[in-house]
């Protein structure tokens, strides 16, 4: 997820500690900063709920990756991640 950095003094910074002069123009990729999404596929793998096992369970292709992308979008709407 790109992140918006905060230009203040003459630097950007990004709440993950990144930082570069403002006149720089970067593309700059948050490690810190997750998602719902990101979140729920996180917790659901560390419970053992994988793509995987979901596509072997329902017989049908996952839809994970989508519906991890939609969750992004309403935590961001939400103020989540």
């Known amino acids: 997820m790109v992140t918006n950095l905060r230009c203040i003094n003459g630097r950007a910074t990004c709440r993950c500690g990144f930082s570069v002069p403002c006149a720089e123009q ?6 810190s900063r997750r998602g719902l999404g990101d979140m729920v596929a996180g917790w ?8 995987e096992r979901v596509a072997a369970f329902t ?3 996952c ?10 979008a309403i935590g961001r709407w939400l103020g989540i991640g």
Do not use: D, F
């Open 26 to 31: 970067v593309g700059h990729v948050c490690a």
């Open 59 to 61: 017989g049908k292709p």
């Open 44 to 51: 659901l793998s560390a419970v053992g709920i994988t793509p």
């Open 63 to 72: 839809k994970c990756k989508q519906r991890q992308r939609r969750l992004n």
